[in-house]
């Protein structure tokens, strides 16, 4: 057999084995994709343009471009109070994807587990077997999707090695209060767990201001907060993130990364370096957009009589479809195949996301007002059914 095991078992990302169904389809209203509808501002499109107008085309550091790592240090310390060390402490990668899988590998021994809170994001259950550990999924469903520090601690034994704590969360848009989080560190605390702290959709919190897990009690030595450009700054073709956290940590990663992609393109880390010294005015323009959106989308789903858990971040929601007495997957590929709308089953993201369907409302005005007409018609023809 050439190809490995691990592999062979492993099944494929719910969200693109659903959408490979919507490539070649017309007039299709797309409420799937995780993506912002904005493109890229334009001055950070100019830096990028402009660097490889002055040759900017070299490799550069396995660790980033200094003046990138610089500019992420002192981005947090300005807006969290949390300082890192760009020589040692932060490591540029190839989106939160890599940053993922790198962490995950620098950290783990053949059978650790790591918690993972569900409904959640595709990758991290796959990541943590191919660098050879234990996922462990915790379920969050009954607490209004929200992890609990005693739920955690039920799931912690002496196998257990870290948590993967996504927040603003993906598919959900449920966040976390600095009082939450405070109680959820005292458990990592207790247990001496590694805490990774996926927070791309942090600057797109709504409800109140986000919180950086690093920045907890005696939480940073023990954190590695992973983020990037992609949501933020409308910047997912780009592929920049970064990592930070305890100099071994970055340091293991750092490591994997030489050997693997060795660096993230000049051309993005300079895009990168611009967003950070101008594109903050177009954050909170296309954050103010959101809530908009999912005020509106919000709206129309109490209208179709579909309930859903108010997003307090990101640009998803939850919607449950369970008064159809469909299943997820049946309800989206009917949808899709009747109406032309894409949403994405929530079993993507987990076996209890069975009964909901996750909507993004990173699309326009008119694509939702569509969308949400075509879902209406859609739930008529089965409710008379």
């Not at 471009?65 to 932060?90: F, G």
């Not at 993906?170 to 767990?193: C, D, H, R």
């Amino acid at each position: 057999m050439m190809i490995s095991k691990k592999v062979q078992n492993m099944q494929p990302s719910g969200i693109r084995t659903f959408f490979d169904l919507v490539l070649g389809m017309k007039d299709v209203i797309s409420l799937g994709v995780g993506e912002p509808d904005f493109v890229t501002p334009w001055q950070i499109r100019e830096a990028g343009i402009y660097s490889l107008e002055e040759g900017f085309t070299s490799y550069t550091s396995n660790k980033g471009l200094y003046r990138l790592r610089l500019a992420i240090s002192r981005h947090l310390h300005n807006r969290y109070n949390l300082d890192y060390s760009p020589e040692d402490e932060i490591l540029i990668t190839v989106g939160v994807s890599e940053a993922t899988d790198l962490v995950l590998r620098a950290i783990i021994n053949k059978g650790d587990k790591i918690l993972i809170p569900i409904p959640g994001y595709v990758s991290y259950g796959p990541l943590t077997e191919l660098a050879g550990g234990v996922p462990v999924y915790i379920d969050t469903s009954k607490e209004n999707f929200k992890l609990t520090p005693s739920t955690l601690e039920k799931h912690i034994d002496k196998n257990t090695k870290a948590l993967i704590l996504n927040y603003p969360n993906n598919p959900t848009g449920i966040s976390y209060t600095k009082a939450e989080l405070k109680q959820i560190n005292k458990v990592i605390l207790k247990y001496k767990l590694l805490c990774i702290t996926d927070e791309v959709y942090g600057d797109l919190t709504y409800d109140f201001e986000h919180t950086p897990f690093a920045t907890l009690p005696k939480a940073k030595e023990r954190t590695v907060y992973l983020n990037g450009f992609s949501k933020s700054y409308a910047m997912t073709g780009w592929r920049v993130g970064f990592a930070c956290g305890p100099k071994d940590v970055i340091a293991a990663m750092t490591k994997i990364h030489q050997y693997t992609i060795m660096c993230v393109s000049i051309t993005s880390q300079m895009a990168a370096c611009e967003a950070l010294h101008a594109g903050r005015s177009a954050v909170e323009y296309m954050k103010r957009e959101y809530r908009r959106r999912k005020e509106f989308i919000m709206e129309g789903l109490e209208h179709l009589g579909l309930k859903c858990i108010k997003p307090q971040g990101a640009f998803y929601v939850f919607a449950s479809i369970k008064d159809t007495m469909m299943g997820s997957l049946e309800f989206s590929r009917e949808l899709l195949e009747r109406q032309k709308v894409a949403v994405v089953p929530g079993t993507a993201f987990g076996y209890n996301g069975e009964g909901y369907i996750r909507i993004s409302y990173a699309a326009s005005f008119e694509n939702l007002k569509e969308g949400l007409c075509r879902m209406e018609e859609f739930l008529k023809t089965i409710r008379r059914g």
